[in-house]
Structure formats: C-alpha cells, structure tokens
C-alpha cells in the first residue's frame, strides 16, 4: 500500500496499544474471541481501503458536488461516492462494532474509531451517510421494539437504507424546543405527522433505497418546550411487513443547501405531509424524545469531534510532505551566502515549528479521542464504581473533545495552508478543501458556544458534587504520580499546576452559581471550555512521555549530533519515539503555557462582555 497522506499510522498504534493497552478488552467476555490479530486485520483493511478507495473521492465529490431536482423533488450525491460506499459497506464497515444479530462483527468501539479516523481523514463528508445511517440503527436498536428492530436494523447495518437525525427547523436551531414539527394519534396506534425540517445531512439522496429518519416533533395537546417533544421513526416509504417497501410516505426534499464545505454531503429541507400523508411510529414512549435523541446527538458529538481531528490530521500531514519536498530559500545558517544552494523549507525553524505545533495538537487530539471512546465502551461493559467513574468522564469529555478538537481544526488548517504558501490558498492542493470542511464541525451537532455551557453547567457545576470532575481530576493526578521519576519536573509541574488552577476556576464558578451570577457563568463557558481542552492535551503528553521517554533512551541512548541524526534516519522507531518525545516537550514547553493565560482571564473576573448593551456592537451605523 502507498504511504498514508493522512494518518500517521504509528501513531495510532502506540495510542492504541502502548497508552490505552486496548488488548485488556480481549478479557473481557464481550470480546473474548477477538486478538491483537484480528484488530490489525481491521484496521490494516480500513487504511487501504480509505487511502485508496475513499481518498480519491475526496476533491472529486467536493467538485461534484450534489445536485437537487425541484422536478422530481430528488436528490444526487457525486458519483464516484457510489463505488466508495459500495466498497465500505461490502467489508462490512457499516456495522463493524455492531452485534452479529443484525449482521454486524461486534469489533471494539475503540477498534471501529481507529478504522473511522482512516475513513474521516480520506472524506469524511462521504463517511456522513453511513455515519447517520449508524447512529439513526443505533437509536431503534436502543428504544424500539423487537418489532421495529427487525424491520430496519439489518438492512441499515448492512447499506440497503440510510438514516438521518431530523432536530433543526427554521426558528427551532440551538433551542430544539421550539420545534413546530407536529404529530397527531391515529386510531391504529400511528401518528400523522407534518412540518420541515431544515438542514438535515443525507436527508435525501440517490445511493439508499430508503431512508429512515428518526424526527422529533410534538404530539398535538403535548406541553411546549423539550419536555412536549417525542420522537418517530419515519421512512421515506413505508415498510410492509414482509419487509419490502410499500408506498411513499409523502416526506419531501424541498431543496439542498449551496455550503462553502463538505459539498459531497447532501443538507436537505425535508417536507413530512406535504399531502397529510406521512405517517410516523413511534420510537420510545411519548414525551420521552429529547432523552432518546440525546443518545443520537452525543454519539453524534464525539464523531464531529473525529472528524475535526482527521481533518486536521490529513492537512498536517499533507503540510510535512509538501514541506519536505518544496525547495525554497537558503538554509538560515547560509543566509549571508549569496551561492548558497535553496533548501527544502521544512529546514527553516519558522516551518519546522509550524509542523511541530499541528503535530502536538493532533497527537495529542488523537490520544484523548481514542480514551473517551475507550471510556465509552467501558462505561458499557464494566459495573459497579468502574462503570460509574468511565461514564463520568465520558460525560465531561465529550463536550469538550467536539468543541476543542473542531475550533482547533479550523486553526489547523489554517497553518497547513500557510506551510504551502500561495499554493495552499488554490485549488490544486487538498488543504483549502480541508479548511472549508473543517469550520461546519465547530457549528453543527450542538454549536461549540452550546457544547461550552453544556460542561460548564450539566457537566461541571450541576453534576451532583462535581463526580465527573472529581473522576477527571484523579486520573490527571494518577499520570502525575506516574510521571515522577521518569518525566523532567518542569512538565510535570506544569500539569500539576494546570489542574491547581483550573480548581480555583471551578470554585470561582461555583461561588457565582450560588450568588445566581448567571451571566457571568454563561459567558465564561466557551474560555473554561477552551482552557480545559488545552489542560486534556497536555495530559495526554505527559501520559505518553511516560512511555516514550524509557523508549527513546533504549533506542537512542545517549547519541547527539550526527550519530543521532544517522540512527534516526535508519531507524523507524527511535525517529518515532524521538519524535513524540519532541512534540510532547513542545506542547508542555512552548504551547501550555498559553493556559496559564487563560486562567489568569478567567480569574480575572472581567465584566465588559455582561456590561455590553446591544447597541455598542453596531455604534454609529444606528443612527
Ligand atoms: C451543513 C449542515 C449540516 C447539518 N446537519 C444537520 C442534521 O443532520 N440534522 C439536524 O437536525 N440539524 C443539522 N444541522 C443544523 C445544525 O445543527 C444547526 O445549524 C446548529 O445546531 C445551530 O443552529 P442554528 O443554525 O439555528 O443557529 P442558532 O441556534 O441561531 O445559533 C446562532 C448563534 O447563537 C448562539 N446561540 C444560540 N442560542 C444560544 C444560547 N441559548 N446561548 C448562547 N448562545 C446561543 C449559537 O451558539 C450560535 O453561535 C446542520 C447544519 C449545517 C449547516
């Protein structure tokens, strides 16, 4: 296979398997029948098969991009995404971590994560269609009936039907609860239902047969507010019970949306009953929906947070090979040579820190990611204290890996394009697509301003004695203990010192919840959100310099100058180690401290956002 432009695939083994040891989960009975083996077999198809199935598709289907016909009221997705989605539902990827019972493999979610950073960092606009279609299954297999279960599961899992999640409507974005969507009882047990949603991804498009899509909406009589939504499963056409397809259920697409990014994926305005004809089941019980899609929306969030990270883990990757081959300008130490011969700029310090600041942020993305779905699985498969502890900081993790991994990835993008020069800002080179695709992650699935007040409010201050950041906490300080005697003391202290003030945050905020200070709290949710990201970063770094710095030692031991450059060049491993010991350093050393800025904000109590009346944002223009 070609070297992978996207993923550093070394790097996702020692995460996998030296950080998180993901082989323990071969214990447990769940996946006794799993090894080592059969993981690398996984993961090894999902490379080959994103590198070279799914990345071409990836400046292709952004030209193509989809196509509406108000005619037929029917959707086209690009063309070449066809093959691609053929190819990743034929090796099974559509149900790869799903049970055997609807004719998935039941791999690890970890495992399934590792193999979705391959697909998301070739397309991940295409990976949307089976990424909804799996998390619509993965609602009807958690609430509905056996009944339902069998009519939609198998063939969702396996790519026949495709699924959607049906929240936002005109005046009902980030307040879901205003939705007007409405259904009405039947005599048989269905609903009717009628209303638009807007901007619902893959809502309608050629490659499925059908589409099923889980809508919230509010059964008439039902109070207003989340409290009065429920939830339907609503196909595009009816299922009979034989389980062909029976007629059309009169859901609509009435347009799709024209986006500066992810074009191959189709944002659709979806009519239900444009005919009083569109008839819902419901999933769950009545009043009950908001719980149920919250099941959808989180496992939705930690997959924005993925496809953030790949984004930005494809454009540094790409930056590094186009900075090693891009021939400009005389090396520094030559700069009074006027027959100084031009070096590759990845030579010029001001790159070389470039790449070293996205390399920081993405491994360190990457560690963190791959720990919360560790976590995830756990909180599943364990009991008791253990279960409670992996689900607390699922819970404080999410909001802050979907919200931190896709502001980053704007940023990211931003100086892989920068490494390129000029070059990176045309068409000819993937990083402006990548740039245009990364800013829609910091906005759907919850905006990041919305994931901020979710940790700073649900997570932190209103969780019953802080547990989940109590849990968040000790294992912080567990890496610290860990880390004396093998990492300098100047990383360690920065951590120490970094959850030592984040504390002070946390008691600040509490003081001002009990003195009903509101605004203050909302308004300081997005720097908590973003200060507590950079804390989770340099964690991960001071956990894998725990491993990567015994190993360095063993492998380079105490070789400098040439001799170290000459066995790095030699020697895979020892340039991976040193590698990672470097970015680590880096982010403790020179990127960390930034925190500590943060902090000193956040503390500083600033009141000019609460004082701000409206009318100071547009000044003179009023008059
Ligand atoms: C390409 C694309 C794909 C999408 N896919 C789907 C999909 O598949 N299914 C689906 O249901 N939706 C989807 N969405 C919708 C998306 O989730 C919403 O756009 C998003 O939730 C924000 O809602 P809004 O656009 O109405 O913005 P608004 O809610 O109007 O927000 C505007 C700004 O105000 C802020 N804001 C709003 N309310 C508050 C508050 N109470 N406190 C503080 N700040 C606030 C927001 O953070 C944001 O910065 C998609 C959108 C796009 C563009």
Excluded at 148 to 167: D, R, V
Excluded at 231 to 259: M, Q, T, W
Excluded at 595 to 613: D, N, Q, R, W
Aim: net charge negative.
């Amino acid at each position: 296979m070609a070297l992978n432009p996207l993923v550093d695939s070394r790097d996702v083994r020692f995460v996998l398997y030296e950080m998180m040891d993901v082989i323990q989960l071969c214990k447990l009975p769940k996946y006794s029948a799993f090894d080592k083996d059969m993981f690398e077999d996984m993961i090894n198809l999902a490379e080959t098969m994103a590198v070279e199935q799914i990345y071409p598709t990836f400046a292709e289907g952004d030209k193509e991009g989809c196509h509406y016909d108000g005619a037929t009221k029917k959707v086209t997705i690009p063309k070449c995404y066809h093959p691609a989605l053929d190819a990743f539902y034929e090796a099974g990827f559509g149900g790869m971590d799903i049970d055997e019972e609807w004719g998935g493999m039941g791999i690890p979610q970890v495992i399934a994560w590792a193999c979705n950073e391959y697909f998301c960092s070739a397309n991940y606009p295409l990976l949307m269609y089976p990424g909804l279609t799996h998390g619509a299954a993965e609602l009807v297999e958690a609430f509905g009936t056996e009944e339902q279960k069998h009519m939609y599961l198998a063939n969702m899992y396996s790519g026949k039907w495709g699924g959607t999640m049906c929240l936002t409507e005109p005046d009902a974005g980030s307040d879901v609860g205003a939705l007007k969507t409405k259904a009405v009882r039947q005599s048989d047990g269905t609903y009717k239902i009628s209303g638009q949603k807007i901007f619902i991804s893959s809502g309608d498009n050629d490659y499925y047969e059908n589409m099923i899509h889980p809508v919230l909406a509010r059964i008439e009589g039902d109070p207003s507010g989340t409290k009065g939504i429920s939830i339907f499963i609503v196909p595009k056409y009816r299922v009979k019970a034989d389980g062909s397809l029976g007629e059309f259920n009169d859901v609509n697409c009435a347009g799709i949306e024209h986006k500066m990014g992810i074009k191959g994926s189709a944002t659709c305005t979806l009519s239900f009953g444009d005919n009083n004809n569109c008839i819902g089941w419901l999933l769950g019980e009545e009043r009950k929906g908001m719980k149920i899609m919250f099941k959808m929306m989180n496992y939705a969030r930690m997959g924005v947070g993925l496809q953030a990270h790949s984004t930005s883990s494809a454009a540094y990757m790409n930056a590094a090979t186009y900075s090693k081959n891009r021939v400009q300008g005389a090396h520094v130490t030559q700069m009074l040579n006027p027959e100084a011969k031009g070096v590759t700029i990845i030579n010029h310090p001001d790159v070389k820190r470039m790449l070293m600041w996205m390399k920081s942020y993405v491994e360190g993305e990457r560690a963190m990611i791959y720990y919360l779905y560790l976590n995830y699985e756990l909180a599943q498969l364990l009991d008791g204290d253990a279960a409670k502890e992996a689900q607390g900081l699922v819970e404080i993790i999410t909001p802050i890996e979907k919200a931190g991994c896709s502001d980053m990835s704007v940023l990211i993008t931003s100086e892989a394009m920068q490494c390129y020069g000029g070059y990176g800002f045309v068409a000819d080179y993937p990083v402006e697509q990548m740039m245009r695709n990364a800013k829609i992650t910091a906005i759907y699935e919850g905006t990041n301003g919305i994931q901020s007040m979710d940790l700073a409010m649900r997570k932190i201050l209103m969780n019953p004695e802080q547990y989940n950041y109590t849990i968040l906490k000790k294992r912080i300080t567990d890496t610290i203990n860990k880390a004396k005697g093998i990492v300098e003391d100047k990383y360690i202290a920065l951590v120490e010192r970094g959850v030592q003030e984040l504390d002070k945050v946390i008691e600040m905020m509490k003081q001002q919840m009990a003195a009903g200070q509101f605004l203050h709290l909302f308004a300081n949710a997005t720097p908590l959100q973003q200060a507590m990201y950079m804390l989770l970063i340099a964690w991960m770094h001071l956990w894998s310099l725990t491993i990567t710095l015994p190993k360095m030692k063993e492998l380079v031991g105490d070789k400098k100058g040439e001799e170290r450059a000459a066995l790095l060049k030699d020697n895979a491993d020892a340039a991976f180690y040193s590698g990672k010991v470097l970015s680590s350093q880096f982010y403790l050393g020179a990127e960390f401290p930034k925190y500590f800025g943060k902090i000193e904000a956040l503390l500083g109590g600033e009141s000019a956002v609460i004082k701000a009346s409206e009318e100071i944002f547009t000044g003179m223009l009023n008059e």
